[in-house]
C-alpha cells in the first residue's frame, strides 16, 4: 500500500475529523479566569430538617443530575419550607437544559396544585453571585393553604440566569432550534448549574414567604472559588 | 355524459303549444335515472323529517309519562329508593322541567337520603304553589338543615301568606324553641293578631316552663286556664302543660280552673286528668295530700302504673315511683326507662344508673345511653371505662342514623360537663356540614372559643368555612373566618380586602377593622392600617392581644418603632394562635439589607444604573486623561524655572486672598461681638441686675463663628 493511496484514503475523512476538532476547541475554550459555584449543604443544624433521600433518587434519573437533595423544615407552630438543591457539575449542553427545562406549575400541577398568582422576580446576590427566582403561588384545586414557590436557576458564567426569559440572547428553552445556534454562538458549556427550588408554607404573603425563605436559607449557601491550572 | 337535452331549436309559431303539465311530463321522461332517484329520495326525506320529529317527540313524551307513572306507583307502593332514581332520571332528562321534584323529595325522604334537604331548599326556592309540597319541604328543611339556612329561607323564599299559616309557622317556632331562642318566638306569637292557633298557644306555655321562674310559670297558668275557659276545645292541647309546672309552682286556682274545664267537658276524665286534678287538689288542701294520694294510688296502682309513677315523681315521692316503674322497666317500657333513669341520677345511685343503662329498651337514643355511661364511670374514677364509652358513643352516632345523632350528643355531654368530649363532637357535628341542623353560631360561640384557646386553629378554620356556608349574612363568622383563613394562608390578603372592604363602608367593628388593617399591612399598605387602627379611645393592654400586636406592626412600618416597642412590652405571645404568633413575628422583624433587595425590578434598575455609571466614569476619565496629555504636551514647550516661578505666584495669591478673608471675617466677628455686648449693658442697666461674663446667645454666636472661621496653625 503505497502513501498516496494512504492520503487518497484519507481525503473523505480529514474534513471530519478537521470539523470536530474545530468544533471540540470551540466549545471547550481554555479556562483562564478564576471562577466561583454555589453550594447549599444540608440543613442538618436544624433540628425541624428532614432529608428525603428516597424522593430525591427518585428524581435524580430523570434529570440527569450530578447531586443534590430534597428535604423539608418547620413544625406546625413555625414556617414550613419544602426545599430542593440540585447540582449538575462539568454540565453538557443537554444536562443543563434539564434545569431550565422543568416548570413548577407543571410538577406542581401533577400534584393538584394550581397556579393562583405570579409575582415579579426576586433577585438575591450581585454579579456571579445572583439567583433570579420565580415566584408562585400555588393552591390545591379543591382550595386549602396556599404554597409559594421560588425557584432559581444559577449556571457559571450567566449572570442572572432566570429560565423564564431567554437564557442566551434570542434564545428561550422552548425553541430548541434557536437555542442550539445560540449554543454555539456564545460557547455555552457552563462548569456548574444549579437549581434551588423552595416551598414556603404557612405564611400570608409572597413578601412574608420571601423574607422567611431569604433569612433562613439563602444565606446559608457557600461559594467556591476554582482557580485555572498554573500555566508555565 | 348527457343528463337530459333541451330544445335549442328557435320557436316555431306553427308549432303545437304544450301544457305546463306535458312540460313536467316531458322534463321528467328526458331526466337521467340517477336524477329522478335523488329527487324522490329528497321529496321523502323532506316529507318525513316533520313526522320523524313528531314520532321521537311522542315516543318521549310517553317514555317521560311512563316513567313518572311508574315513579309515583313505587313511591306509593313505598319503594323509595326505585322512586328516586327514577325521578333523577326523569330530572336529568329534562333538565328544566321541576315537576319529578316533590316526587323526589319525598322518596329522598323516605330513603333517608342525603339528597333531602339540598331537594327541599330548591323547592321552596321555586314559584311553586302546591300547599301540602311546599308544607313538606319547609318542615324538612326546619328540622333538618342548620339554623342559619332554615332562618335565611323562612325570610327569603317563604311567601308573606304562608309566614302567616299556622302549618308554617308552627314549624318555626318548634324549630326556635328547640334552639332556646325564647325571645324570637315571644316576637313572633305578639305579631299574632286574634285568636293564635291552640298549637302556637302550646309552644308559647312550653317556652315559658323552660324560662322556669315563678312569674313565667304564673303565666303560663293564666294563660292556660283562660284559654281553656273561653275555648274548652283546645284544651286536650294545651293541658298537658300542667305536667311541666313543677308541684310547688301549681296556683290555687289551678283546682277551680281545671275543675270547671273537666266539667264543661262531661264524663268520665281521663286518669292523667284525673291526677292532675289530684295534684291542683293537693295544692288547695294540702292537709289531705296523703288521703289524695292514696286515693289516686288505689284507684289507678293497677291499671296505670306508669302515669301514678309520673305523679309520685312529681311529688316527689321517688321511693314508691321506682316501685312502681321496677317491673316496667324489667318488661323494657320505653317510657319507664328515662323516668326511672332520672330518679336514680337525682339520688346519685351511681351503680344501680349504671346497671339500668347496660341493658336499655328498644328505641333508646344509644349514643346518650353510652355517654351517660361514661359520664357515670368519670364519675366513678375509671378513666379507661369512660373512654371506651365515649368511643362507643361516637362511633354510634356518627353512623348518623338520624342527621342530628351527633348534634344530640353533643349536647349531652355538655349537660353532663364532660366539655373536652362535647368539644370533639361539635368539632365533627360541625364539619358534616349543611346537612346537619346546626345551631346558630352565637349559640355554640364556645366551642370556637375553646378551640382558639386550645390553639387548635386548623380545626377552627375548618369549623368557620363551614359556618360561613352556613350563616353567609353573620358578620362575626366572616370577619373570623377570612382573619384566619388569611394567617394560615388559605386567602391571600387582597381577597380579604375584596370581601371585607365593601362592608366596611357601611358597618364599623374593631375586629372588622383590624382584620382589614391586617391585610393592608400584608399587601403593603401601611398608611391604610395607620387610618385603620389609630382609635386612641382604645383600651389596648385589656383588648385582645392580636389588635395590640397589629397596631404596633402598624407603628413599626410607619417608623414610631419607639411606640411599637411600649405596645409590645410583655406581649402575651402564649394567647395567639400559632398562625398570628408566625405572622406577627414576620412581620414585627425589621427587614435585612443585606437579605431583602427589594424590588427586582427596581434591583436591576440600580444594576444597570450602576453599570452603566461604572462606564460614564470610565469614558469620563478616558477623556481627562486625553486632556491632560494635550495640556502637558502644550505646555511641555515652557521652561522648568518658569513652570515654578507661576506655581510660586499661584500659591502666594492664594495665601494673600486667604488673609484677606480671615481679616475680614476678624472684624466681623468684633462687630458682633461689641454690639452684643452693648446690647446686654443695655439690658442688665434696665434690670438693675449685674450680669457676669456674656449671655448664652453671644457665646453661641462666637462659637459658631469660630466654627466657620477656624484658626490656623
Known amino acids: 500500500m503505497n502513501l498516496r493511496r494512504v492520503i487518497f484514503c484519507l481525503v473523505p475523512v480529514l474534513p471530519v475529523l478537521t470539523s470536530e476538532v474545530i468544533s471540540y476547541r470551540w466549545m471547550n475554550p481554555t479556562i483562564t479566569k478564576a471562577y466561583i459555584y454555589p453550594t447549599l449543604p444540608q440543613l442538618v443544624a436544624d433540628p425541624t430538617f428532614k432529608s428525603t433521600p428516597e424522593e430525591f433518587n427518585a428524581i435524580r434519573s430523570k434529570i440527569v443530575c450530578s447531586e443534590g437533595w430534597l428535604g423539608k423544615m418547620g413544625s406546625e407552630n413555625s414556617v414550613g419550607i419544602q426545599l430542593a438543591w440540585i447540582e449538575w457539575n462539568g454540565t453538557e449542553a443537554r444536562n443543563t437544559l434539564e434545569a431550565f427545562r422543568h416548570k413548577p406549575e407543571v410538577c406542581m400541577g401533577a400534584n393538584g396544585m394550581k397556579v393562583e398568582q405570579s409575582y415579579p422576580k426576586r433577585i438575591y446576590g450581585t454579579g456571579e453571585q445572583q439567583f433570579v427566582f420565580d415566584t408562585k403561588l400555588f393552591r390545591p384545586l379543591r382550595g386549602g393553604p396556599g404554597i409559594y414557590i421560588f425557584k432559581a436557576v444559577w449556571v457559571s458564567g450567566l449572570i442572572g440566569a432566570n429560565y423564564r426569559d431567554e437564557i442566551l440572547p434570542g434564545a428561550k428553552i422552548d425553541d430548541l432550534r434557536n437555542m442550539r445556534f445560540a449554543i454555539i454562538k456564545h460557547r455555552f458549556k457552563p462548569e456548574r448549574t444549579r437549581v434551588l427550588m423552595a416551598g414556603v408554607t404557612g405564611l400570608p404573603s409572597e413578601e412574608l414567604a420571601w423574607k422567611a425563605f431569604s433569612r433562613e436559607i439563602l444565606p446559608k449557601i457557600q461559594w467556591t472559588t476554582v482557580y485555572p491550572p498554573a500555566t508555565h | ?713
Open chain 2, 1 to 713: 355524459m348527457k343528463f337530459f337535452s333541451r330544445d335549442e331549436s328557435p320557436k316555431d309559431p306553427l308549432a303545437i303549444k304544450t301544457t305546463q303539465r306535458e312540460t313536467i311530463r316531458i322534463f321528467w321522461n328526458e331526466l337521467h335515472l340517477l336524477w329522478k332517484a335523488l329527487l324522490v329520495i329528497c321529496l321523502l326525506a323532506i316529507l318525513a323529517i316533520p313526522f320523524y320529529g313528531r314520532a321521537i317527540r311522542a315516543k318521549n313524551t310517553r317514555s317521560y309519562e311512563q316513567d313518572l307513572i311508574a315513579a309515583r306507583q313505587a313511591l306509593a307502593a313505598g319503594r323509595d329508593v326505585e322512586a328516586r332514581d327514577l325521578s333523577l332520571s326523569l330530572l336529568r332528562r329534562i333538565p328544566n322541567n321541576n315537576d319529578p321534584l316533590p316526587l323526589l323529595m319525598h322518596a329522598a325522604a323516605g330513603a333517608r337520603d342525603a339528597l333531602l334537604v339540598p331537594v327541599a331548599r330548591r323547592y321552596l326556592e321555586l314559584d311553586t304553589h302546591n300547599r301540602p309540597d311546599r308544607l313538606f319541604a319547609w318542615k324538612t328543611i326546619s328540622n333538618e338543615s342548620p339554623m342559619g339556612i332554615a332562618a335565611h329561607i323562612w325570610f327569603k323564599d317563604i311567601g308573606e301568606g304562608e309566614k302567616t299559616d299556622p302549618d308554617f309557622l308552627i314549624a318555626w317556632v318548634e324549630r326556635l324553641g328547640n334552639e332556646n331562642l325564647g325571645h324570637e318566638v315571644e316576637g313572633i306569637l305578639a305579631k299574632q293578631s286574634g285568636l293564635i292557633d291552640p298549637r302556637l298557644e302550646r309552644a308559647r306555655l312550653t317556652m315559658l316552663a323552660k324560662t322556669g321562674t315563678e312569674t313565667s310559670y304564673r303565666e303560663l297558668q293564666a294563660r292556660l286556664f283562660d284559654r281553656i275557659a273561653s275555648h274548652p276545645n283546645d284544651g286536650p292541647l294545651l293541658i298537658d302543660a300542667i305536667d311541666e309546672i313543677p308541684q310547688s309552682a301549681l296556683i290555687p286556682y289551678a283546682f277551680i280552673g281545671f275543675g270547671d274545664w273537666l266539667k264543661s267537658r262531661g264524663g268520665e276524665p281521663s286518669v292523667e286528668n284525673q291526677l292532675r286534678l289530684a295534684r291542683c287538689e293537693i295544692v288547695v288542701k294540702p292537709e289531705t295530700t296523703e288521703a289524695v294520694v292514696n286515693r289516686m294510688a288505689s284507684a289507678h296502682g293497677a291499671s296505670s302504673p306508669l302515669q301514678l309513677a309520673k305523679f309520685y315523681q312529681t311529688l316527689d315521692r321517688h321511693g314508691k315511683a321506682e316501685e312502681l316503674l321496677k317491673p316496667l322497666v324489667a318488661k323494657g317500657d320505653p317510657e319507664a326507662f328515662p323516668i326511672m333513669a332520672g330518679i336514680l341520677e337525682r339520688q346519685a345511685r351511681l351503680e344501680e344508673w349504671d346497671k339500668l343503662l347496660e341493658a336499655p329498651p328498644e328505641g333508646a337514643f344509644m349514643p346518650g345511653v353510652l355517654c351517660d355511661r361514661a359520664f357515670i364511670a368519670w364519675k366513678r374514677g375509671d378513666e379507661r371505662a369512660k373512654a371506651q364509652f365515649e368511643q362507643e358513643a361516637l362511633i354510634l352516632a356518627e353512623k348518623r342514623l338520624q342527621n342530628d345523632f351527633l348534634i344530640q350528643l353533643a349536647r349531652r355531654a355538655s349537660v353532663r360537663g364532660m366539655s373536652d368530649y362535647a368539644l370533639g363532637i361539635w368539632v365533627k357535628a360541625i364539619r358534616i356540614g349543611p346537612s346537619s341542623p346546626l345551631p346558630l353560631f352565637s349559640s355554640i360561640s364556645w366551642v370556637f372559643e375553646t378551640l382558639a384557646r386550645d390553639k387548635q386553629e386548623n380545626q377552627l378554620a375548618d369549623s368557620l368555612t363551614v359556618y360561613r356556608a352556613v350563616e353567609p349574612g353573620n358578620l362575626d363568622v366572616v370577619t373570623q373566618h377570612l382573619y384566619i383563613a388569611c394567617l394560615i394562608g388559605n386567602v391571600t390578603p387582597a381577597q380579604v380586602l375584596a370581601a371585607l372592604s365593601p362592608v366596611r363602608e357601611k358597618i364599623h367593628s374593631q375586629p372588622l377593622d383590624f382584620t382589614i388593617a391586617l391585610a393592608n399591612l400584608l399587601e403593603g399598605r401601611d398608611k391604610l392600617a395607620d387610618e385603620l387602627t389609630g382609635d386612641t379611645g382604645i383600651d389596648w393592654f385589656s383588648q385582645i392581644p392580636a389588635f395590640r400586636a397589629i397596631r404596633a406592626i402598624t407603628l413599626t412600618r410607619i417608623g414610631r418603632k419607639e411606640e411599637a416597642d411600649i405596645y409590645m412590652e410583655d406581649f402575651p405571645w402564649d394567647r395567639l394562635l400559632p398562625c398570628e404568633t408566625r405572622v406577627y413575628r414576620e412581620l414585627l422583624e425589621p427587614p435585612k439589607k443585606s437579605s431583602e433587595p427589594g424590588n427586582a425590578e427596581k434591583l436591576e434598575k440600580a444594576e444597570k444604573a450602576k453599570i452603566a455609571e461604572g462606564v460614564r466614569q470610565a469614558q469620563k476619565a478616558k477623556e481627562l486623561m486625553e486632556i491632560r496629555k494635550a495640556l502637558e504636551a502644550k505646555e511641555s514647550g515652557k521652561s522648568e524655572e518658569e513652570k515654578i516661578a507661576e506655581k510660586a505666584e499661584k500659591s502666594e495669591k492664594s495665601r494673600l486672598a486667604e488673609q484677606a478673608r480671615q481679616a475680614a471675617r476678624a472684624e466681623e466677628l468684633k462687630a458682633i461681638r461689641e454690639r452684643l455686648a452693648a446690647q446686654a449693658a443695655k439690658e442688665a442697666a434696665a434690670k438693675n441686675t449685674p450680669k457676669t461674663g456674656e449671655p448664652d446667645d453671644v457665646k453661641k454666636i462666637i462659637e459658631a463663628g469660630e466654627e466657620k472661621n477656624p484658626k490656623h496653625p
